[in-house]
């Protein structure tokens, strides 16, 4: 080591730069060097190659001022003005290139205000960790002023800097913290762990958007499992409720059915706990978040699925109000949470129901929906009316939400999917569009109002042809539909 404690630059071998994602890198390092600036790669490029794994994308640090790369670079565009970043396309591929800058926080603002014209130095101080804060030049010499090549060798996860501070300018490294050591199999150094502890209440600053996206980043590399028992440990947003839904939730798996796992099988914090009137249900909060509306559909039908599982099938309607999402958007999860109780870092002075919101676990002593058992016929049924009515992604996210519930992997729900798809294919018409019916003159000559019962006939209609062998012709399916109405509909030919 040097006398300040820092280890020296280290070689790496030079040949990486003969890759094809590596060479047009260089190529943007030498033109920028031959224009008189410094220019290095930066962040996660460095960190993987020095864990050995996989490098997709490179980003570059540089003196370079973004006007005077727009003007070099023929193929670049601005895509973070204010942050100093352009896109250089060079040989077929995108790179990153961030003017050197600091950056001051008024404490107020998770968003900083940057001051361009620093050295490389200053540029790797400001970053959140150090195995974030090493630097590749054209030597393929490793500068590493903060000692986060030791840092990855020990398998560590430490700050740059004070961790307070770093977490008090940008609390969304909270959760990257939490992320990356995750990803990496990190241990989190013990001052950054007590920094990132007593920092907690600082996420309610942060936009839900950016807290979503850093749990989507999480989750495509790394077990739920273990990214949730971090949150756990930390008690840090979300608080483990149901080990068996995220233990068998896998990267595979869409954003509709992470975020239904995360509703199922995670809570609030007490920090984070709305005080509420009665018990939300299970996974009620995650409607709140601002998530796409396909996802929030399939949170809403995982909720109502394991409300069925413990016996509450709701028929009163209670939960239909309470699944209903915020109209107003909110802009930080503080915001969130004001409109129907107050954010309590220390979970002081909450009272009892609100205790029995946020603290209670499943009293279903682990009960869960019933296996999809095709030998039955009943849950395969509804299944395949499904997949008829709204497609096979429908089908399937019905299957693996009750995978989800019953502890089933991933592996489980193809194989069932699999052969979902085999009964499908025999069915004699298992789209409305193969069934010889006409809706339209059949109400029209029997007077029939509009209404929900009609969506109860139509489905009666394909159960009849596809399950119970009645022919599929307009002559049989009118007597069947004249039938159905007489026993189940309103009296015809009024």
């Known amino acids: 080591m040097t006398a300040g404690g820092r280890l020296p630059p280290l070689a790496i071998d030079a040949t990486l730069w003969q890759t094809p994602l590596w060479s047009g890198a260089r190529r943007v390092l030498q033109a920028m060097a031959a224009a008189g600036h410094d ?4 962040g996660g490029a460095v960190r993987d190659l020095l864990l050995g794994r996989e490098v997709t994308e490179i980003d570059i640090a540089t003196s370079m001022t973004p006007e005077e790369m727009l003007r070099r670079f023929p193929r670049a565009h601005p895509t973070g003005r204010r942050f100093g970043t352009v896109t250089i396309i060079e040989g077929g591929r ?10 001051v926080y008024d404490g107020s603002d998770r968003r900083p205000q940057v001051i361009f014209g620093a050295s490389l130095a200053e540029d790797l101080a400001r970053r959140d960790f150090t195995i974030n804060a090493m630097a590749l030049d054209l030597g393929a010499r490793l500068i590493d002023p903060f000692g986060g090549a030791a840092d990855l060798a020990r398998r560590t996860l430490r700050a740059v800097g004070e961790p307070r501070d770093r977490f008090h300018e940008d609390p969304l490294r909270l959760i990257r913290a939490l992320r990356l050591a995750a990803r990496y199999d990190l241990d989190i150094e013990e001052e950054t762990w007590r920094a990132l502890v007593d920092s907690r209440a600082s996420l309610s600053r942060v936009a839900p958007e950016r807290i979503i996206a850093e749990v989507d980043k999480m989750l ?18 979300l608080k483990i409720r149901d080990v068996g839904v995220l233990a068998v939730l896998a990267p595979e798996d869409p954003p509709e059915i992470v975020w239904s796992a995360i509703a199922l099988g995670t809570e609030p914090t007490r920090g984070f706990c709305p005080k509420a009137p009665v018990p939300d249900p299970p996974g009620r909060f995650v409607l709140d978040l601002p998530l796409p509306r396909p996802v ?10 394991a409300a069925r599982a413990v016996g509450d099938e709701d028929r009163d309607g209670r939960n239909a109000e309470l699944l209903r999402p915020s109209k107003r958007r909110p802009r930080s999860l503080e915001a969130l949470f004001a409109a129907v109780g107050r954010f309590d870092a220390a979970g002081d002075g909450i009272d009892g129901r609100s205790e029995i919101a946020c603290g209670g676990r ?3 002593g682990g009960r869960h929906l019933e296996d999809v058992r095709f030998d039955d016929g009943r849950d395969a049924e509804e299944l395949l009316y499904a997949w008829g009515m709204r497609g096979a992604r429908d089908a399937y996210r019905t299957l693996r939400l009750e995978a989800l519930f019953s502890g089933r992997p991933r592996s489980a729900t193809l194989r069932l999917f699999r052969a979902l798809a085999e ?5 004699p018409a298992p789209n409305t569009r193969r069934i010889a019916f006409d809706f339209e003159a059949w109400k029209s000559a029997r007077d029939v109002p509009d209404g929900p019962h009609l969506r109860r006939l139509a489905e009666a209609i394909w159960r009849a042809v596809n399950l119970d062998g009645v022919p599929n012709t307009p002559e049989a399916l009118t007597a069947f539909a004249d039938r159905w109405w007489a026993a189940y509909g309103e009296p015809v030919g009024r």
């Not at 220019?39 to 930066?42: E, M, P």
């Not at 790394?222 to 949150?231: G, K, W, Y």
């Not at 009964?423 to 069915?427: E, Q, S």
Request: no cysteine; glycine share 0%; aromatic share 12%.
């Open 39 to 42: 220019a290095v790669v930066v």
């Open 94 to 103: 995108s790179y990153e290139a961030t003017t050197f800058r600091r950056e």
């Open 220 to 237: 495509k590399h790394t077990p739920a499992l273990r990214v949730f028992r971090l949150f756990d440990r930390a008690d840090l947003w």
């Open 296 to 305: 929030r559909r399939t949170v809403e039908q995982a909720i109502r699925l």
């Open 362 to 364: 499943n009293q279903a």
């Open 423 to 427: 009964d499908y294919a025999r069915l």
